[in-house]
Every structure is written in structure tokens, then in C-alpha cells.
């Protein structure tokens, strides 16, 4: 999968962030990885918790998403936290805000996407990846699942899948 911008500066929206430490080196991990000048907005539902992070807008990204066209939007095990039945409504916000030519990188960890039920302890919620690519398949919109494995804590060998969302 390659991508390939426009401009000089990469527009990128990142969908929920659970900690001000990972918020606050997103701007240069994206900025190297493309090696371009990086626009980026951080959207979550609540923002005490990314105090003093620049560009952060408390949002419900179950609604559309505002700001324009991005190239990149990237949301990281962000739909385990959204009800199940809410979820198709960030994965389209996130397809509906691309410029052309832009993808939109959704990462699962292995136990959100492989749970028997709905509910994921007190907070989360298990996302049906399949569903979500028929529906995907159904409205012709061109997306790629990428399987990755990574080594976690203490060694163990996690598995991370991605649904990319290109849009023509």
C-alpha cells in the first residue's frame, strides 16, 4: 500500500487518544514516517486527561468530523471504546473527511476483534471486523486489512490488525 500526497503538508487527524504522552509525540512520529510537515488535529470525547497537548478538540467522533479534508486520519484501538452499533459511524466519518487520495488507518488489537461477546469488561466493547467490511464492500469503497505482529511487554508476541480505508 503506498501513499501519496498533494501537498507539502500532510493533513492528519488522529480519532481518540488515551494518553498525553502518546498525544504529544504524534506530530513527530508522523512527520518522520512521511517525511513531510505535518497538520495535526487530535479529536477526543473528553480532553482533561491531554492537557496542554496543541490542537486537541473535544469532539464525539461518532458525528461528522469537522476540520475539512485530511490525508491521513488514524485511530489506534479507538473503536473498542464506542459501542458496537456506533462504530460504522466513525469508520464512514473517518472515510467521508479524506481528501482523495487519502487513507484512514483503523488499529484492532487481537482480543476486540476475536471476542465471543459484545461487551469487553466495564469499557469496552468487541468489534465485529467482518461485519464492518461487508458493509465496507457493499457501499464500493476500497479498503486493504493489514495483519501485523509485534512483540508487547515482556516479550509477548501481540497481534495487530489494520482496516485501511482508501479513498479514490
Aim: hydrophobic share 40%; aromatic share 8%.
Amino acid at each position: 500500500m503506498s501513499f501519496v500526497t498533494k501537498g507539502q503538508t500532510v493533513k492528519v487527524a488522529v480519532l481518540g487518544c488515551g494518553e498525553r504522552r502518546l498525544a504529544l509525540n504524534h506530530q513527530e512520529i508522523f512527520e518522520h514516517v512521511l517525511d513531510k510537515s505535518v497538520e495535526l488535529t487530535t479529536f477526543d470525547i473528553t480532553t482533561e486527561h491531554l492537557a496542554d497537548v496543541p490542537n486537541v478538540v473535544e469532539y464525539d467522533v461518532t458525528k461528522s468530523i469537522p476540520g475539512g479534508s485530511y490525508d491521513i486520519i488514524y485511530a489506534h484501538v479507538l473503536l473498542k471504546f464506542i459501542e458496537t452499533e456506533k462504530q460504522w459511524d466513525v469508520i464512514m466519518n473517518s472515510y467521508d473527511c479524506l481528501n482523495s487520495s487519502g487513507v484512514a488507518l483503523h488499529f484492532f488489537d487481537e482480543e476486540e476483534l476475536i471476542a465471543e461477546t459484545e461487551r469487553l469488561g466495564k469499557w469496552g466493547w468487541s468489534v465485529p471486523l467482518g461485519r464492518w467490511k461487508e458493509k465496507l464492500s457493499e457501499r464500493g469503497i476500497d479498503y486493504r486489512t493489514l495483519d501485523i505482529a509485534i512483540r508487547g511487554p515482556m516479550g509477548r508476541p501481540l497481534g495487530v490488525v489494520v482496516l485501511a480505508l482508501l479513498k479514490p
